[in-house]
């Protein structure tokens, strides 16, 4: 089994990452998408400070890895990417419970570009203008997610073209994989 860990700030690309590895026969579990699950089944609301405010309180309240834990009960099984993790401690949480093995994957790309890019993706709780994009890039970085993106084993800048991208995360996927099979 591979685990590979995925980290980036908003916008830098981290669903194409989770494209190409899906390409590559991984499975995927967002950790995102487990927050917005509890946020909903408590009746927060979708908006970025609706959901940015139930994790924070969530990590205040339960501890800095209370994510971590919750994506671990819904996790597949098989080669997996975990998308979104924010912290070290959500990282050494994963660690401990599926082993040392796991890679932790970095995208990082330019603020500008990643401020472009939530504004054409449109996601409920994507930002439109500038100061609410600089909120949550103030946030998650509150939650240890510069420290994440530094303690990477691998990072990748994403501020070229798609294609470029694309082919830079097949070749780091295969690569970890041919690593992982070899005695």
């Given at each position: ?32 998408d ?19 405010g ?37 990282i ?92």
């Amino acid at each position: 089994m591979v685990v590979l860990i995925l980290v980036g700030m908003p916008g830098s690309g981290k669903d194409i990452f989770v494209q190409e590895a899906g390409k590559i026969g991984f499975s995927h579990i967002r950790m995102g998408d487990m927050v917005r699950l509890f946020a909903g089944e408590a009746g927060i609301g979708t908006d970025d400070m609706a959901i940015g405010g139930f994790a924070s309180a969530h990590r205040a309240e339960y501890g800095p890895e209370i994510w971590a834990k919750r994506t671990l009960e819904k996790m597949p099984r098989g080669n997996v990417l975990i998308d979104g993790s924010r912290s070290l401690a959500e990282i050494d949480h994963f660690k401990s419970f599926l082993g040392g093995d796991i890679k932790v994957i970095g995208i990082d790309a330019p603020t500008e570009m990643r401020f472009q890019r939530l504004v054409t993706r449109g996601r409920g709780d994507d930002p439109s203008i500038l100061e609410d994009f600089q909120a949550r890039d103030n946030r998650e970085l509150s939650w240890g997610l510069g420290e994440a993106l530094e303690n990477a084993d691998i990072t990748i800048c994403n501020n070229g073209t798609l294609k470029e991208f694309r082919n830079e995360c097949q070749a780091i996927i295969n690569n970890i994989i041919r690593k992982h099979r070899k005695p």
